[in-house]
């Protein structure tokens, strides 16, 4: 079956940096682009980034864009967000995200950005 671990949240000081991953496994990671997603206290599920299935092509929120870097390792059926600059507002649980026939979801990694 399809499975999605996320893992790197933690919390960190304002302007700090984190490096979450996501790995993926049941089904052919390199075939599929895949997705990060963020979810805030009292908020709506927002998209951050998306990357293609070869990686060629990257794609992210204004929100995050010029601090955010995602990347992938199909050798280990891995997705990566690399977070920098990381701002109050960064706050969330982040979510890998792949659409297969149907959508599927990790569980969530929580990232904390507070002094």
């Known amino acids: 079956q399809v499975q999605l671990v996320e893992s790197g949240g933690d919390l960190v000081q304002p302007g700090g940096s984190l490096r979450l991953s996501c790995a993926a496994s049941g089904f052919t990671f390199s075939s599929y682009a895949m997705r990060w997603f963020r979810q805030a206290p009292g908020k709506e599920r927002e998209w951050v980034a998306s990357?293609?299935?070869?990686?060629?092509?990257?794609y992210y929120a204004y929100s995050v864009k010029g601090r955010f870097t995602i990347s992938r390792d199909n050798a280990k059926n891995t997705e990566y967000l690399e977070m920098n600059r990381l701002k109050a507002e960064d706050t969330a649980i982040y979510y890998c995200?792949?659409?297969?026939?149907?959508?599927?979801w990790g569980q969530g990694t929580q990232v904390t950005v507070s002094s």
């Open positions: 990357i293609t299935s070869s990686g060629g092509n990257t």
């Open positions: 995200n792949v659409q297969l026939a149907d959508m599927y």
